[in-house]
């Protein structure tokens, strides 16, 4: 099976709320999809509102931080160390 998250990009900053707001249909409908579930947040990233991601195929995690001016957001990969995952 291939994996689904092997062609995403992370995202180093989002252009405003519409994008952020896209994104998020975007990846709620991969997890409608099955292709990756949301978890529980492990290691906060400051104080901001975040989402985590885990890819079904290769057990990836996924950050997502919601904008909060002047911040930007972000979507990244999360180091195994990072996550708190148990096969980490």
């Known amino acids: ?6 062609e995403w ?3 180093k900053e989002f252009n405003g ?4 707001d896209k994104f998020v249909g975007w990846i709620e ?5 099955g292709k990756v579930k949301e978890i529980p947040v492990g290691h906060k990233f ?9 890819c079904e195929v290769c057990r990836k995690v996924w950050q997502l931080v919601d904008h909060d001016f002047p911040f930007k957001g972000l ?12 096969d980490s």
């Open 1 to 6: 099976m291939t994996c689904p998250c092997s």
């Open 9 to 11: 990009e992370e995202i």
């Open 17 to 20: 709320p519409h994008e952020y």
């Open 29 to 33: 409908q991969q997890v409608k999809n």
């Open 46 to 54: 400051g104080g901001f509102k975040e989402r985590w991601f885990s």
């Open 75 to 86: 979507f990244k990969v999360i180091e195994p160390t990072q996550s708190g995952r148990p």
